[in-house]
């Protein structure tokens, strides 16, 4: 970096890039993800990372005794996650390509909170139910599975979900053992644009 010190918020040059650390990533986004409900030393998972638009504030919160699997099938995304994360001087994030699989090599009850933000309408009902069943195994007996929906209907309806009310998504997720707890509103990002919406969050139900 050229030996000058780079701030929060500001812009990082890189040979290849250039990442803008946008303030909602160091600073709202930490304070919704932690009313979401993540806490200092967590295991989170972030599904569909993309470039790590909630993987970093996600990392802020957990810490150093933490850690954030960013998981996505498209890797180019990842040298901007990890630009982000040197800036911040970040070590707890672990990103991983994938070929889409819906399965993992995690062991069962191993996160605090999983992550699936703004990516469900790439996945077709089939797929869905594969990776809450999958989400339900690795996540915790009192984990949370937050979801950012995006493109039902409407809500910029879009790809598998231009056809699913918010309603039904919620009973999909129910159906494969969790239990709708709240909805959180607050400023996120889609899209690296900001705008007002909320995330659902669910708990696993016992004796499923
Ligand atoms: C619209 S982006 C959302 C990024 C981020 N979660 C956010 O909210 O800013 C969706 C991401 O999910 C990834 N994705 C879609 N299906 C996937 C799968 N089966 N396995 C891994 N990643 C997937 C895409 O490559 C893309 O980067």
Same mark, same amino acid.
């Given at each position: ?40 030393? $967590? ?11 909630? *993987?970093? @504030? ?18 180019? *995304? ?47 009902? $089939? $797929? ?20 950012? @929906? ?14 699913? *009310? ?38 696993? *139900?016992?004796?499923?």
């Amino acid at each position: 970096m050229n030996g000058k010190k780079v701030k929060r918020g500001s812009i990082f040059h890189s040979k290849h890039n250039m990442i803008k650390l946008s303030k909602w990533e160091s600073k709202k986004g930490v304070e919704f993800l932690k009313k979401a409900g993540i806490k200092q030393d $967590q295991i989170i998972l972030d599904f569909g990372c993309n470039v790590g638009n909630y *993987t970093i @504030p996600a990392a802020i919160i957990v810490k150093e005794k933490g850690i954030v699997f960013a998981i996505d099938e498209d890797d180019h *995304t990842f040298g901007a996650i990890d630009n982000k994360a040197k800036l911040l001087e970040l070590n707890n994030i672990k990103t991983i390509k994938t070929n889409g699989e819906l399965n993992f090599d995690f062991a069962d009850i191993f996160f605090d909170f999983i992550m699936l933000y703004d990516v469900l309408h790439y996945l077709n009902f $089939q $797929q869905r139910k594969i990776l809450y069943k999958e989400n339900y195994r690795i996540l915790r007996t009192d984990g949370i599975l937050s979801i950012h @929906p995006k493109h039902m209907i409407g809500n910029f309806p879009l790809m598998e979900l231009r056809n699913v *009310t918010l309603q039904q998504l919620i009973i999909e997720v129910e159906n494969s053992g969790f239990k709708f707890k709240e909805k959180i509103f607050g400023e996120l990002n889609h899209d690296n644009h900001l705008e007002e919406g909320y995330v659902i969050n669910f708990s696993k *139900t016992v004796n499923c």
